[in-house]
């Protein structure tokens, strides 16, 4: 096994031929999907250009990797607010955990990173048992994950009233519906540097005034067949109108249509509303995780 560094676009397409071989070895291993990290892409980080540790087997292929991601809010040059990602086999065992941790931990420290969390499967002994040993505790929960089968999936759910749904594809002659110029100056070029981003599954709702109301950003990675929503939001003055529930159940057909045999979806555990729309749809919950801080 020979360690690696990648940075960039390199780094994305490493991270996603390795998240995509954990899926094909597993169907539900691990808390991450490819397309969920190339949507961490979208917005300028501090962490672009800083050097994220692999391990190759003797054939080339991604066995794991330590990620670090800043999602503070792009103001200051120092990491502000790290989290890494520990992506692993599923038949890793205890001392490979160890030590790709440790090592992981070793490579920040490095790069001057003086506090950093990470989400981790309630249910994963081996990973919390090596975290806690180092130095780690829960700071709080994290995410809810849940999956839908293609076979399961609802109907559309109708649109009413005045509002219209498009996709990018529709709105290429608009700034794109996600923008704004702290938080995500170039998303359009950023989304475009991805290999899963399509434009026909980013969708949006107009109102009346063709004024955004809701948008969902749906993923179909065709190495696993599987898809994934991941974002959605409508604003505040078009709450409570079916508008998501229309955006969600939408773009899920689309994605099966597409090829996608099951969904993923996560939410935080304490938002009510989004656990409603997503189990009320047919999505079953399947891992809860933990936020662990050292």
């Not at 790290?82 to 931990?105: C, F, K, Y």
């Not at 849940?146 to 529709?170: I, N």
């Not at 159940?249 to 938002?271: C, K, M, P, Y």
Request: glycine share 6%; proline share 6%; net charge negative.
């Amino acid at each position: 096994m020979r360690e690696e560094q990648r940075a960039g676009l390199d780094y994305l397409d490493a991270v996603t031929s390795l998240l995509n071989r954990v899926r094909n070895a597993h169907p539900t291993h691990g808390s991450f999907e490819a397309a969920e990290l190339q949507f961490w892409w979208s917005v300028p980080r501090p962490t672009d250009d800083l050097s994220q540790l692999f391990w190759f087997d003797d054939q080339g292929r991604p066995e794991a990797a330590v990620i670090v991601t800043d999602f503070g809010d792009g103001s200051s040059l120092l990491y502000e607010d790290p989290t890494l990602t520990i992506i692993l086999m599923p038949d890793a065992d205890p001392a490979w955990v160890a030590h790709v941790i440790e090592r992981g931990l070793a490579h920040v420290g490095e790069h001057g990173m003086t506090s950093v969390e990470l989400e981790v499967d309630r249910s994963d002994d081996v990973m919390r048992d090596v975290l806690e040993t180092n130095g780690f505790s829960v700071k709080g929960d994290g995410l809810a994950e849940c999956w839908l089968e293609a076979g399961a999936r609802p109907e559309a759910s109708p649109l009413h009233g005045t509002y219209r749904l498009l996709s990018r594809s529709d709105t290429m002659h608009r700034p794109h519906h996600m923008s704004h110029p702290q938080q995500r100056p170039r998303i359009e070029q950023r989304l475009q540097q991805t290999s899963l981003y399509r434009p026909d599954l980013d969708l949006l709702v107009l109102d009346g005034n063709d004024e955004l109301a809701a948008y969902g950003l749906f993923w179909y990675d065709p190495a696993t067949a599987i898809g994934v929503v991941e974002p959605m939001r409508t604003a505040d003055d078009h709450q409570r109108r079916g508008l998501a529930r229309h955006i969600l159940t939408t773009g899920i057909e689309l994605l099966v249509q597409a090829g996608a045999e099951r969904i993923s979806i996560a939410f935080e555990q304490d938002n009510p509303a989004a656990s409603h729309l997503y189990v009320s749809v047919g999505f079953e919950p399947h891992r809860h995780t933990e936020v662990f801080a050292r």
